[in-house]
């Protein structure tokens, strides 16, 4: 048939799209090429106390707050992965992102500063109580025309974690969040 001759050409130009997706999809993280990492590794901190916390199975008391109204509950999270969610999607080591980043080395602490105005995560503070991570400070922001967001994320080990959130959207008005979980 007549038709069949395009078709084919579309059929084999998708199919190759799909396949360099895929591939692409399929790239292994930095870690894993054998690369160094240039800045602290975020997502293996947040791994690595994760694991450690679903070990000792804490009590976790749970403050969630959403535009004022609040609610507290003594609770057990099941997934710590899943609850440090929005810290370990803040990693700055993509391969794209090698120089986007100033940093400054104190004697007790990391502070790394986005250099470019369109990079998510503006602000990374990491500090150190003899050699270990004491408090890790994150600052997120997003702006575009329809929608602006900022985020505070503080995680003190043993102590608490904060989730700090407010949203603008243009069609949708605004919103607060406040989540703490406070260690027992």
Known sequence: MYWYKPLQKYILFTGGLLLLSIGYACKPEI????????YFDLKEFFKTDSIRL????PSIKKTVTHNGESETKTVKIANWGQEFGLFTSSDINKPAW?????????????????KFPELKTR????????????????????HNLLYNSTEKLIYEPGKYYL??????VKVMGENDYLIKGEFN
């Not at 090429?33 to 240039?38: C, H, M, V, Y």
């Not at 989730?163 to 603008?168: A, G, L």
């Open 31 to 38: 870690k894993e090429t054998g690369a160094t990492l240039k």
């Open 98 to 114: 090698k120089d986007s980043y100033a940093v400054q080395e104190n004697a007790d602490s990391l502070v790394y500063t986005a």
């Open 123 to 142: 602000e990374l503070v990491i500090r150190k109580v003899n050699g270990q991570v004491s408090r890790v400070y994150i600052l997120n922001k997003v």
């Open 163 to 168: 989730i700090e959130k407010d949203q603008k």
């Open 54 to 57: 679903a070990k000792l199975a």
